[in-house]
Structure formats: structure tokens, C-alpha cells
């Protein structure tokens, strides 16, 4: 039990330290690439209040705070499925970064869909899933060096339950991209 509790406690401080550093500093960056693509949306709205184009203290801790956010979520979820994962460092941070980015782009393109009509669709999807990837890949390899899992083999079982999760987020990016150039 106290090895579970220091498990999530690293992956829960790792992952806020990485997505307030890399993921809010990425978001801050991108979003400003994002207007500079297409001036003409100057003034508008986008789905979380912001209005594109205002380099603001509150809109850049909004997405900093977002990113450390964002960061405690991807630690605790390593930390909790790693035990699923294959036994290797380098194929865990694979499949994780793969999972955790298809996830978030799934879900960032259906909680901000009305935003992809106003920003470029394509340039849009590419910065999200560069950020969160980018985000992503330091989590399972500081976890890991300040908290090593046990040595463990995963079966079949834990194998099947990582492919039916990969899919499963591949489908929920899948149909996430077709809605962002449905809109």
C-alpha cells in the first residue's frame, strides 16, 4: 500500500511539474501561433472565454494552469496503468505518450469544436497533438527515475486490456478530427 501511495504521489508531482513547465510554456506558445496563422479572427471568443488575439496575464495563467492540471492528470494515470504496460521504459513511454495524446486530442477537439471554425483546422489538430506528445513523453521517464516500478512481466490479459485502450483512444481521436473539420 505505501508503495501505491509514493507511486501516485511522484506521478501526481512529476506530472504537475511537467505540464506547468513544458505544457503551459507549449499551450502559451502554440495558442499565439495560432493567431499569428489567421489575423483576421482578431476579437473573437474561443469556447473557454478567451478572446483570440489579447496576450493577457489571466489568459496565460489559464493555460498554465491548465497545463499543470493536464500534468497531474497524465502522472496519476501512468502511474495507475503502468502495471499494465510492458516491463521496458522506453515501450512504456511509447505507448503512453501514443495513448495520452490520442486521448487529449479527442477531447480537446470535442470541448472547443466551435473553435476549429474560426482557427485553421489542420495547423490546429497538429499544435495540440505536438503539445500534448511533447508534454506527454518526460512523464513515464522521470516516474520511472524517481519512483521505478517493480519488476513485473504484464500476461495476456494485461496486454489485451492495452490494445482494446489503445483503440478505443485511437477511435476517440479518430472521430474527434472529423469533427474539428466538420464544424
Known sequence: MRWWL????????????????????????FMRLLFLAREDTLGFQTAM???????TSGGTAAIYA??????VALGVAYSVGRTL???????RTIIFTLAATAFMLGQITRANREDFSLLPVTVSLLLVVVSVALTAAPVPLLIERLAPDRERRPGLLA????ALGMTGFAGFAVTGIVMAYTV
Open 6 to 29: 509514493r507511486s501516485l504521489m511522484f506521478g501526481a508531482a512529476v506530472g504537475f511539474v511537467v505540464g506547468l513547465a513544458l505544457g503551459g510554456t507549449l499551450g502559451r506558445v
Open 49 to 55: 472565454g478567451a478572446t483570440i488575439g489579447d496576450f
Open 66 to 71: 491548465f497545463g499543470a492540471l493536464a500534468g
Open 85 to 91: 504496460l510492458p516491463s521496458g521504459t522506453r515501450l
Open 159 to 162: 496486454q489485451g486490456v492495452v
